[in-house]
C-alpha cells in the first residue's frame, strides 16, 4: 500500500531568511527531482517552491523515508540539518492530502485567496511531469487538487473581496468609474507610500498619471517612473480639471485640498465624478469634501475598514471551501483504497457478473422453447465464458513484486474496465 | 383566433413575466450566472407571447387591444419589455433586469385582475397619426420607466459608496459611471420619443376636434412631464445635474407618469378617459 507524504516548511512555521535558503529554482528543481527520481526507495515525487513556501510531495517505496528526504534537502541546499528540521512539518496521507488540497485553493496562502498559487503548483506538477518524476498516484492527486481549488474559486467568495489598501481603492475606483483606462490620476506627494497605493491602479493601466510635489525634483523622477506628467504644487486646483482619481500622501500639517477649492474645481470640470484617496495621516483631504455630489473621499480609516470587513467575509467563505476540501479528501481516499489488488479484482468479477445477468435475461425471455436444463447450461456457459476471459488478467494483477509499478496497472485496469464509480463533473 | 385565445396567451405571458423575476431575483442574491440567463430567455419568450396575444386580439376583434384601462396596462408593459430588451443588448447592463422584471409582473398582475369588458368600437380611435401618437409616447413612457430604474440601481450604489459602507449591492451592482450612463441614454430616448409623441397627438386632435389643444387634463399633464424632463436634460447638460441629481429626477419624473397614465383618468376625467377606464 502506497503511502502519500507531503515535507516542508512554510510562512507560518520558517522565517523568510530559512525560507530564501530553503527555495529551489525551476533549474534546481529538475536536478532535484532527476537526483529523487533515480533513489529506489522513492517511487513520485513533486517539488514546490514559491517565495512563501517549499514543499515535498512524495510516494516512498518502502517505510516512509522521512530522514532521507530531510538529509536530501539539507545536502542539496547546503544548509544543517539543525538548522530547518524544526520549521518543518511532515504530513502522512489523509494529512498531506488535506494540506495540498488547502493549499492549491489558496487557503494556505499568507493572503488567503490570492490567485497566484495555482499557477506555481500548476507549473510545479509540469516540471515533475516533464521530468517523469510523478506517476499514477500523484498525477490523479494533482489533478484532484487543481479541480478543488477551481470548484472553491468558483463556488466560494474566498478571491472576492479585497484584502489589501491599494486593492481596495482600486476595487472603489472600479466600482466609480467605467472604465479607469479613460482616467487620470493625480498624485500628490512623491512618497513610497503614494507608490505602494497607485501599484494596483497602474496595473489598471490608467490614462494618465500627473505627480505634484513640494520638492519638484521628486515628483520628477517619480512620474519618470510611471511615465507620467509633472505639475507644480501650487497648481493643484487647477490640475484638478483633468484629473478624475487623486492620491494624496504629503507630510503636510493642513489639509492640502480644502471643499471650497474643489467646490469651485467641481464646476469647472461640469461635475464629472471626482475620487479622492487619502493615505496621508494626518490627513490632505478635508472631509467635508465627501458631502459634494459627484465627489468621493476615502480616507486610510476607510480603507482599513473595508478591508477588515472584507476579511471577516473571507473568513465565511473559507468555512465552505473547507468543505469542498474535506468532501475531495474523502473521494481520493476512496480511489486509493480501490487501488490494490483484492478490491479491484473483486469489482472487475462483480461488473463481469452483473452483465452475464443482464444479457441471459436478456436472451431466455425470448427463447420460450428451452427446457430447464437447456436454460440452466446456457447459463453456465455464459458465466464460464466470462471468468475465462478475465482469468489471465485477475492472474497478472495477483502476480505483484517484481519491482513493477502495482498502482500502475490497477489504475489501467480500473480504467479499462470503467470500475471507478463516475464522479460528477 | 378568438378572444379566449388570446385570454390564455396573456395569462401565459404573466406566467413567463413571474418566472422571469424569479430568476432574476435568485440570480441578485446568488451571482450565478445561469440564473441570469434563463431569466433573460424567459423574458424574451414573454415578450414573444405578448406580442403574439396581441396579435391574435387584434386579428379577433379587428382592432387593437388598447380600448380600457387593463388593455393599455398591458400595451405598457409590452412597451418596457420592448425597450428592456433593447437596452439590455445596448449596455449588457444585467442587474436591469431585476428591475423591469418586477415592475412587468406587478403590471401584468394588473391587467389581469382588472375587468377587461370588451368596449364599443371608438370611431375616434383610429388613423395613422393615432396610432403614432400612441406607439411614440408608450415606447417613451417605457424608456423613461427604465431610465427611473437605472436611477434606482445608481441611488443604492451610490448611497454605500458615499457612506463608505459598500454592502449587499457594492459587489451586484455595476460603476457609478455606468449606472448614469444607461440612465441617460433611457432618459434622452425616451423624451426624443416622448416629444414626437405628443406632437402627433396635437395633429390627431387637429384633424379630429378642430383644435391642436383643449386643456384636456391628460394633456396638461403630459405636457407638464414633458417640462419636468425637459428641465432635468438642460440642467444636466449646462449645470452638471449629472449622478444623483439626476438620478433622483428620473424617478420623480416616473412617478408623475405614473400618475398622468393613472390618476388623472381616475380622478381628473377628460377626452382621454375611455382608454383607461
Known sequence: MSKIILIGANYKTAPVELREKLSFTSEEMVAALEHLKKDTDIKESLIFSTCNRTEILYIPETGEQIDKIIA?????????????????????????????????????????????????????????????????????????????????????????????????????????????????????????????????????????????????????????????????????????????????????????????????????????????????????????????????????????????????????????????????????????????????????????????????????????????????????????????????????????????DDSLYLNVTRQLFNLDIPEEK | MNLQTADILLQMTTALYFMSMTGYLLFLFNQKAFYQKSAFSLISAAIAFHLISMVVYTVAMGHVPIQNLSQSLSVAAFAIGCMFWFFHYKFE????????????????????????????????????????????????????????????????????????????????LPSLDLLDNVGYTCLTTGFALLTIGLVAGFIYAKAIWGRFWSWDPKEVFSVGTWVVYAALLHFRLNSGWRGRKSAIMTIIGFLIIIFTFLGVNMLLGGHHQEFTK
Open chain 1, 72 to 404: 536530501f534537502i539539507a545536502h542539496y541546499k547546503k544548509i544543517a540539518v539543525s538548522e530547518f528540521k524544526n520549521s518543518l512539518y511532515i504530513y502522512k496521507e489523509e494529512e498531506a492530502i488535506h494540506h495540498l488540497f488547502k493549499v492549491a485553493s489558496s487557503l494556505d496562502s499568507m493572503v488567503v485567496g490570492e490567485p497566484q498559487i495555482l499557477g506555481q503548483i500548476k507549473e510545479a506538477y509540469r516540471i515533475a511531469v516533464a521530468n517523469n518524476s510523478s506517476g499514477v498516484l500523484l498525477n490523479r492527486l494533482m489533478h484532484k487538487s487543481f479541480s478543488v481549488a477551481k470548484r472553491v474559486r468558483k463556488e466560494t467568495g474566498i478571491g472576492d473581496n479585497a484584502v489589501s489598501i491599494s486593492y481596495a481603492a482600486t476595487e472603489l475606483a472600479n466600482k466609480i468609474f467605467s472604465d479607469l483606462s479613460q482616467k487620470s490620476v493625480m498624485l500628490l506627494g512623491a512618497g513610497e507610500m503614494a507608490e505602494l497605493a497607485v501599484e494596483h491602479l497602474i496595473s489598471n493601466n490608467v490614462k494618465q498619471i500627473v505627480v505634484a510635489n513640494r520638492t519638484f525634483k521628486n515628483a520628477v523622477d517619480l512620474a519618470d517612473k510611471f511615465g507620467g506628467q509633472v505639475v507644480k504644487f501650487e497648481e493643484r486646483e487647477s490640475a484638478l480639471n483633468d484629473v478624475d482619481i487623486i492620491i494624496s500622501s504629503t507630510g503636510a500639517t493642513e489639509y492640502v485640498l480644502t471643499r471650497d477649492q474643489v467646490k469651485r474645481a467641481m464646476k469647472k470640470r461640469n461635475h464629472n465624478t471626482l475620487f479622492f484617496i487619502d493615505i496621508a495621516v494626518p490627513r490632505d483631504i478635508d472631509p467635508k469634501i465627501n458631502s459634494i455630489s459627484n465627489a468621493y473621499v476615502y480616507d486610510i480609516d476607510d480603507l482599513k475598514n473595508i478591508v477588515e470587513s472584507n476579511i471577516e467575509q473571507r473568513g465565511k467563505e473559507t468555512v465552505k471551501a473547507q468543505r469542498f476540501i474535506e468532501e475531495a479528501v474523502v473521494k481520493f481516499r476512496k480511489w486509493m483504497d480501490g487501488l490494490s489488488v483484492v478490491p479491484t479484482i473483486k469489482s472487475l468479477n462483480d461488473k463481469m457478473t452483473s452483465i452475464v445477468d443482464i444479457e441471459c435475461k436478456k436472451t431466455l425471455s425470448n427463447l420460450k422453447h428451452l427446457s430447464p436444463a437447456d436454460v440452466e447450461a446456457i447459463k453456465r456457459m455464459t458465466q464460464a465464458i466470462a471468468s475465462r476471459t478475465i482469468h489471465d488478467p485477475i492472474l497478472f494483477l495477483r502476480n505483484t513484486g517484481d519491482h513493477r
Open chain 2, 93 to 172: 447592463l444585467k442587474i436591469l433586469g431585476v428591475f423591469a422584471s418586477i415592475l412587468l409582473s406587478a403590471i401584468m398582475l394588473a391587467v389581469l385582475m382588472l375587468p377587461d369588458a370588451p368596449v364599443e368600437k371608438n370611431a375616434v380611435l383610429r388613423g395613422f397619426w393615432l396610432y403614432s401618437h400612441i406607439l411614440l409616447v408608450f415606447a417613451g413612457d417605457a424608456a423613461l420607466a427604465l431610465a427611473s430604474g437605472a436611477g434606482i440601481l445608481y441611488l443604492l450604489q451610490e448611497k454605500g459608496i458615499k457612506t463608505k459602507h459598500p454592502g449587499f449591492f457594492f459587489k451586484r
